[in-house]
């Protein structure tokens, strides 16, 4: 089986998921304009899942990132550049 971008994609959003509904039985998750709920949707990867799932849609990654520092959402995706730049700096001991 090839492993693609998508397929990674799906594994860790499942993984996120059912990571962070252990704690509650409804999930908070942050969408950049409905793409990762569309995947998901076709993919069929969220029939059965025994918790709720509250959708907040966003304009872009930077908005995603500050709802999830100041813990409104669980889980959200956004790309690598966005998340590279949200990520404190890395204070380096000699």
């Known amino acids: 089986?090839?492993?693609?971008?998508?397929s990674v994609l799906l594994g860790a959003s499942a993984f996120g998921i059912a990571r962070a509904a252990r704690a509650e039985t409804r999930l908070r998750v942050g969408d950049q304009r409905g793409n990762m709920r569309a995947v998901?949707?076709?993919?069929?990867?969220?029939?059965?899942?025994?918790y709720?799932?509250?959708?907040?849609e966003f304009p872009a990654a930077a908005p995603?990132?500050?709802?999830m520092n100041a813990e409104a959402i669980e889980l959200g995706?956004?790309?690598?550049a966005p998340f590279t730049l949200a990520l404190p700096p890395v204070s380096r001991c000699a």
């Open 40 to 50: 998901l949707e076709a993919a069929d990867a969220l029939r059965g899942v025994p």
């Open 77 to 80: 995706v956004v790309g690598d």
């Open 1 to 6: 089986m090839r492993t693609t971008r998508r």
């Open 52 to 56: 709720q799932i509250t959708w907040t």
């Open 64 to 67: 995603l990132i500050e709802a």
